[in-house]
């Protein structure tokens, strides 16, 4: 997580990822192994979390290297093969 970051801050030892109850609700609507597309991934909350808990196919979109760079990070940390990254 990003240092002195708003978000990072409110799920900083947590292990509930970021928008929780969203993400919830669009687990509704999802069909087995997915297909997901995250442009502006920032930080891999949304395809992380749709590469562990969907068995999904996840192509990552973060132009932003710092992002991107933590994006990478949480991905191994997350031990994560599914998910491609692109700048």
Known sequence: MPIDDEIGDGVAGTERPYEAVELSIADAFLPPSPAIIDVGANIGNHAVYGARNHQA????????????????ANITRNGV???????
């Open 57 to 72: 196919e996840v192509t990552a979109f973060e132009p932003f290297t710092p992002a991107r760079q933590l994006l990478d």
């Open 81 to 87: 093969s599914r998910l491609a990254t692109h700048g």
